[in-house]
Each structure stands twice: as structure tokens, then as C-alpha cells.
């Protein structure tokens, strides 16, 4: 199963300093049939105004993983960690039993990200933050895997669940490949270009969520930028 979730069929906050849209049911955006998709619990694709940002709030149980499309998001929490994200780069929260945190825009133009909330396999345990940067080039025609809680993947931010969020890039009639298994959800957002999965076209920022498949064929119709969870 491919089904195709436009952009503008998801829903919408604005804030003025935070231009929020929402893959999946969020604070007072509730659709039932987009909850979740398996453990994905949340994927917001948020612009962020100019020295502005969310002041320190807390959580728990969950994976968080941003992806930096442009500009930068500085993080500060209650563990005393702080550290700047840039374009193309990913940071991980475990938020564990409990982790307060800040991320504001520092910068002097809009900051865009994706933050994707993914449910642990167990709940508790020590919360805990990491960043990387994931260069571009590296990702050129094929999936990098940039975080994940599956056994082998040493090379990625660790989460802790089973899942995998990855990232690839993709010039204009090319086409990449993820093997994944009929058990799994996987949900793939180009954050720039048009491609398309199987029979289904996606504009940028579209979502297409797929399961059922062994093998997700992705093929640019334009030079695009991807991220895709594989969750459980």
C-alpha cells in the first residue's frame, strides 16, 4: 500500500513566529485516520522566525529527531547540554523519564526543520541528547541512515526504538532503493523536489506513507532531497 498525503491536506498552525504543519494528529490538529503510523508518532514540518524558538518545556517517552532543511536550531536542556544544528544535519532526544529542553532560531534568517517524534520500545530509562553533521554529498543516490535503535547501524544517532530515520539525495531521473519488509511503516517526505514511489507522485513536502512492500523504489522527477522513517 503507497498512499499519498499532500501538503495541503495536513494540518496547520501559525503562530508568527512558528509556522507549524502537522503529518499526523498535533496539539489541537486531530484527524483520527493520522495518529500515528506504527511507532511514528509525529512528523511536523515547522518554519522557524528569526531569534525566536520554543522556550524550555519538558518531555518523556519519546525519541525526537530533527532534520535542519535551512538555517541553524540551538538546543539547551536540563542536562546541561547545549549545541547548535545546521542545515543538513540531525539532532536525537531520548527524552527518557523526563528532560527539559529549549530550541530557539538564532539566526538572522527562517530556520526549517522536520521533527520527528518516534515512541521508544520501553519507557524510562536516562534521557539524553547527541548531534552530527550528516554531509550532503554523502548521501548522494543513496539512503544514509542518520538515526536509529536497530542492531548494526554504529554509524547513526542512536535512538531507542526500533526504527531507522534516513536521508538521501537524488538527481533528476535517477531512482533509489530501500529494502524494507512487509511488517514495517515506512513514511518518506521529499523536503525538496518531486519524485515518485511506485504509481504515486509527491510534491515537496508531501507525505507518502507506505507498508506492505519489501522494497520502497523512489525515482526523482526533480532534484530531491529525502528523509524517510522505517518504524515498526
Known amino acids: 500500500m503507497i498512499e499519498l498525503r499532500p501538503f495541503d491536506t495536513i494540518g496547520a498552525a501559525n503562530h508568527g513566529w512558528l509556522d507549524a504543519h502537522h503529518h499526523f494528529s498535533f496539539a489541537d490538529y486531530h484527524d483520527p485516520a493520522r495518529t500515528n503510523w506504527g511507532r511514528l508518532r509525529v512528523w511536523n514540518d515547522d518554519t522557524v522566525a528569526p531569534r525566536s524558538g ?33 542545515a543538513g544535519d540531525v539532532q536525537v532526544m531520548s527524552a527518557g523519564s523526563g528532560i527539559v529542553h529549549s530550541e530557539f532560531n538564532l539566526e538572522d534568517v527562517d530556520t526549517t526543520l522536520f521533527q520527528i517524534w518516534i515512541l521508544p520500545d520501553e519507557r524510562g530509562g536516562e534521557p539524553g541528547w547527541g548531534a552530527r553533521p550528516f554531509p ?7 539512503f544514509v541512515t542518520l ?86
Open 54 to 86: 520554543f522556550p524550555p518545556h519538558p518531555h518523556r517517552d519519546m525519541e525526537i529527531v530533527t532534520y535542519v532543511r535551512k538555517g541553524a536550531i540551538t538546543h539547551r536542556d536540563s542536562l546541561g547540554n547545549e549545541g547548535r544544528t545546521g
Open 136 to 142: 550532503k554529498g554523502d548521501r548522494a543516490g543513496r
Open 147 to 232: 538515526a536509529s535503535g536497530i542492531a548494526g547501524d554504529d554509524d547513526a544517532l542512536p535512538i531507542r526504538a526500533d526504527a531507522r530515520v534516513l536521508g538521501a539525495t537524488v538527481k533528476a531521473g535517477d531512482t533509489v532503493t530501500y529494502p524494507t519488509a512487509a511488517g514495517r511503516h515506512a513514511y518518506l517526505v521529499p523536503a525538496t523536489g518531486r519524485i515518485r514511489v511506485g504509481d504515486v507522485e509527491a510534491n515537496a513536502r508531501d507525505g507518502v506513507a507506505v507498508t506492505g512492500l519489501d522494497t520502497i523504489t523512489v525515482t526523482a522527477l526533480e532534484d530531491a532531497e529525502l528523509v524517510l522513517v522505517d518504524a515498526a
